[in-house]
């Protein structure tokens, strides 16, 4: 997959993508998000990667936000930088997201790590919430799901007085699950992402999707049951006796039930 704004490989059953704007802070643009959107539906669709990394280029910066050069003089929807379809796209992949920190995670960047599934950090990360400081705010993934990592009183204090953390003071409060010396970051974000790609895929797609249902309402517990249970559902000797009891328009074997 060819790209402008990020870069993709695979590494065996890893799927790696790096924000790659390192010259601006590997902020992302509309495009950039329509992007990440794109790369992750094609992740869906394919059966080679199992766990993804996302990680920004250069040493310095992981992701300080957004910016909207380029968007439509607008205040429908066509104004408006489309980060909620990079989030979604994020949360709603059915394979674990490792964000892999190599910098700064600043405002929207902070967001970004945020929903990932885990977190790993060079040691001199830095993770921060900006938005007031600037007359700006995030009232969805910035809020809930920080709420859920650090607790209420933490995640006002990260909103409100927008405190600069260490990546050793963000796994402290729970921010992040890991921290490693700057030169290990890729090594082992690598380790990491391999000892989980060796888990059962479905198993992990189910409980990723049992932990969205919590925010995700319909859709989230729709995911479970589509995504895993119905797949288990219809290659079961019972619905293959129902659905051929109906073709040929007679009672199902009650015999089959169950297995």
């Known amino acids: 997959m060819a790209f402008e704004t990020i870069l993709y490989e695979e590494d065996g059953p890893l799927g790696i ?15 950039m998000c329509h992007e990440i959107r794109d790369c992750m539906q094609a992740i869906r669709r394919e059966t080679r990667t199992r766990v993804i990394i996302l990680t920004g280029a250069g040493d310095r910066y992981f992701c300080i936000g957004g910016r909207k050069d380029g968007m439509e003089d607008t205040k429908l929807y066509a104004g408006v930088l489309p980060t909620l379809d990079m989030y979604e796209a994020i949360d709603r992949l059915q394979k674990p997201v490792i964000a892999s920190v190599n910098g700064y995670a600043v405002g929207g960047g902070n967001v970004l790590q ?37 607790g209420k009183k933490r995640a006002r204090e990260m909103w409100y007085c927008n405190p600069r953390l260490s990546a050793a003071e963000a796994k402290e409060i729970g921010l992040i699950n890991r921290v490693v010396p700057d030169d290990k970051l890729a090594e082992e974000t690598r380790a990491w992402a391999l000892d989980i790609a060796d888990r059962g895929a479905m198993a992990l797609a189910a ?47 009650p015999d089959t039930f169950g297995h």
Request: charged share 25%; net charge negative; aromatic share 10%.
């Open 114 to 150: 945020v929903v990932c599934d885990l977190t790993i950090a060079k040691e001199s990360a830095v993770f921060r919430q900006v938005g007031p400081m600037m007359g700006s705010f995030d009232a969805g993934y910035g809020t809930w799901y920080l709420e859920d990592l650090i």
């Open 207 to 253: 409980i990723k999707g049992s932990f969205n249902a919590r925010h995700g309402g319909v859709s989230g517990l729709a995911r479970v049951m589509h995504d895993q249970q119905l797949r288990l559902y219809l290659d079961s000797k019972e619905a293959k006796e129902l659905s051929a009891s109906f073709r040929e328009k007679r009672k199902p074997d």
């Open 17 to 31: 993508i790096t924000l790659n704007r390192p010259d601006d802070g590997n902020m992302f643009t509309e495009t």
